[in-house]
């Protein structure tokens, strides 16, 4: 079974940057998946926040663009997400998704 962890989340102010964790397991190697983050807030629909493909190319959403980096690390079979310049629009649970499956998600919040 693929397996997704998320971690990293937390409170943070506005302007502050958090580092989010996506490691995976059971039969899935991030090499040759494309791997992307969501964020759900309360009462909203899930959104397309970032990509990576398996040749390491990216895109954003536009709420998020150049305040937002996703990567992966191979060796760990992790991906990540800085977020930078966090506003609070962008408090919600954030999700990863890879090979079919869906993380438990990491919630961030960002208050003053």
């Known amino acids: 079974q693929v397996q997704l962890v998320e971690s990293g989340g937390g409170l943070v102010q506005p302007g502050g940057s958090l580092r989010l964790s996506c490691a995976a397991s059971?039969?899935?190697?991030?090499?040759?998946?494309?791997m992307r983050w969501y964020r759900q807030a309360p009462g909203k629909q899930r959104e397309l926040v970032a990509t990576i493909s398996s040749g390491g190319s990216t895109n954003y959403a536009d709420a998020v663009k150049g305040r937002f980096t996703i990567s992966k690390e191979t060796a760990k079979n992790t991906i990540y997400l800085q977020m930078n310049s966090l506003k609070p629009e962008d408090t919600a649970v954030y999700y990863c998704l890879g090979g079919g499956a869906w993380g438990q998600g990491t919630q961030v919040t960002v208050s003053s």
């Open positions: 059971g039969s899935i190697t991030i090499t040759i998946h494309i």
